[in-house]
């Protein structure tokens, strides 16, 4: 062990960094991000106010980016129909921050984080290097589902600190019935119960959001991302509705400025073009419901999906068909669950080039029929 290794907190030796694989290929669909460019009319809005602002750099920015607040509250009661205030938003530079935020106020040493694999990897991630014991809950093995009663029995026997739940869910793309959100909060009595609702834009017709729940339960908290459907990833902007008491406790952890002044106007301003960015939405949940389509008919088991991505399953061996996929200049994700991988909706092209490489694939890499 070297002597920086010795210096390393013991919980964090031998960990290795979060990260998908960025590689230079033709067809990059593992990380969730949408292939569509930012429209060149919204460029050209966001380029224009920062030029106004860019002079003004010497100056710290607001510290409660409070119009980037009110555009969050306008843009959510717009799709949602539920009426929030300002006071109930918080922002960071991607969830990621705001649910370390979370962690950091609501956790740390001493203190317990519940979440349901497989689900997505940075809740472990965040919570244990922030000090907080993670207990790693289970789905069906079969299905992927959580249901009322096994979420119950998990949360009663972990009497947690600190939920996770994701609707649509992060690596199966499957959404959260309301009944295991009750619950839970009834459950886990001490706990701060967090949606992770990165992937909502992308839901079915009819799945309801867990900000309608919001008004009745104080312990609550909702977190969204402008990455996916907004196809603003490289912007770095996540956010939160809740209790205003539970935004006042992020107050407390928070780093200074956290949000820079041109990163609270790009995502003001891309707020103000929502109808333009979003409208790429339905083509990708076209795409989406095509790979599961086109899946099933090559003998594979996509998972029915509410995202803008499909876990499917059938495959002998995961990593060697993520190694012939990228053999075929095609990146998806193997996100570790024996015999699938998971695959980002892109573009009918990509998405086509996707699924002609699948189908050069699957005679050799497909589980046999006849495996138990």
């Not at 009918?348 to 002609?356: M, S």
Request: negative net charge.
């Amino acid at each position: 062990m070297s002597e920086i290794e010795q210096l390393l907190r013991p919980e964090l030796r031998g960990r290795s960094p979060y990260g998908a694989p960025q590689l230079d290929v033709a067809v990059q669909l593992n990380t969730n991000e949408s292939s569509y460019p930012v429209p060149e009319e919204v460029v050209s809005a966001v380029v224009a106010e920062l030029a106004e602002q860019l002079g003004g750099l010497n100056r710290y920015p607001d510290r409660e980016f409070t119009d980037l607040r009110k555009a969050l509250v306008t843009y959510l009661e717009d799709r949602s129909g539920v009426s929030l205030r300002p006071e109930q938003v918080w922002a960071g530079n991607g969830s990621n921050e705001v649910l370390s935020h979370l962690v950091q106020a609501f956790g740390g040493p001493g203190r317990t984080a519940l979440g349901f694999t497989p689900a997505y990897s940075m809740h472990p991630i965040i919570s244990e290097t922030l000090g907080t014991t993670w207990v790693d809950g289970q789905r069906d093995a079969g299905t992927f589902d959580l249901t009322v009663d096994s979420a119950v029995e998990q949360a009663t026997a972990t009497d947690p600190h600190l939920v996770f739940l994701c609707s649509p869910n992060n690596p199966t793309g499957t959404a959260l019935p309301f009944e295991v959100v009750e619950a839970m909060l009834e459950a886990a009595p001490r706990a701060v119960v967090v949606v992770d609702e990165a992937y909502a834009e992308f839901a079915r017709p009819g799945t309801p959001s867990a900000l309608t729940l919001l008004d009745r339960h104080p312990r609550l908290v909702v977190t969204r991302t402008m990455s996916k459907a907004f196809a603003l990833a490289g912007g770095r902007l996540g956010y939160l509705a809740a209790d205003p008491q539970v935004v006042d406790a992020l107050r407390l952890v928070r780093l200074p400025y956290h949000l820079s002044s041109p990163t609270q106007t790009i995502a003001r301003v891309s707020l103000e073009h929502a109808d333009r960015l979003l409208e790429t939405v339905d083509a990708i949940k076209r795409q989406r419901d095509r790979l599961v389509t086109e899946l099933s008919a090559l003998g594979l088991s996509p998972v029915p999906s509410d995202a803008n991505f499909v876990l499917f399953g059938g495959l002998a061996d995961a990593a060697a068909t993520w190694q012939a996929l990228l053999d075929r200049g095609v990146l998806v994700r193997d996100v570790g669950i024996p015999h699938h991988l998971r695959v980002t909706a892109g573009t009918p092209e990509e998405t086509g080039r996707f699924l002609e490489a699948m189908a050069q694939i699957v005679p050799t890499h497909a589980l046999s029929k006849e495996t138990p």
